[in-house]
């Protein structure tokens, strides 16, 4: 547990909310721990991404949780991605594209800050906005601890698939095997 429950501490439904968003992301971060930096510019994880496209993947994803959970919390609606950028496929595409150019110690940087910055924000957020399947947490959920998973999994994967040893990884008995 990360974040603690009870008196003088964070509200227990903040409290587990925190707790999976930093359990997921601690995931996500081992399925990559103790490969070296050659390794994760490697392509080929998903499709030509690196593990390196990857994290700027998920932090960018976390960048649009913080630049819409405020919209949503003055109850309005962010614009839609098919209106927007022509659909989630093109706007990771134009991200992607925006992103290429920076250097692995740029984007894990990136990466430490945007997290951090989320977890204040979602610390933040009014306990009643909180509920099981409000708007606010079904975009941190979109956009967070729902989201780390897939990518773990294609890391891992990845790994096992290129001979770059899981048990390289911390904890490696968090990532089951698929049946």
């Known amino acids: ?11 227990p439904q903040t409290a587990r909310l925190l707790n999976t968003i930093e359990r997921r992301f601690n995931e996500f971060c ?3 721990r103790g490969l070296t930096p050659e390794q994760l510019l490697l392509p080929g994880v998903t499709g030509e991404w690196s593990v390196r ?18 919209t949503v919390l003055a109850g309005g609606r962010p614009e839609r991605y098919s209106t927007a950028y022509g ?3 093109a706007f990771n595409a134009l991200m992607t594209r925006q992103r290429a150019h920076l250097p692995l ?8 800050t945007v997290h ?4 204040g924000i979602v610390a933040d957020i009014p306990l009643a906005e909180l509920g099981g399947n409000s708007r606010i947490r079904r975009r941190i959920r979109l956009d967070t601890y729902g989201h780390y998973p897939l990518h773990t999994k294609q890391i891992i994967a990845w790994r096992e698939a290129s001979g770059f040893s899981v048990a390289q990884a911390a904890q490696p008995e968090l990532f089951p095997k698929s049946t």
């Not at 110690?105 to 430490?112: P, R």
């Open 30 to 32: 081992a399925s990559y």
């Open 87 to 89: 659909g989630i496929d």
């Open 53 to 70: 496209d990857l994290i700027a993947h998920v932090t960018w994803w976390e960048e649009e949780a913080l630049k819409h959970v405020p």
């Open 105 to 112: 110690e740029h984007v894990l940087a990136q990466q430490t």
């Open 1 to 11: 547990m990360f974040y603690p429950e009870g008196p003088g501490a964070l509200h």
């Open 116 to 119: 951090r910055k989320l977890i």
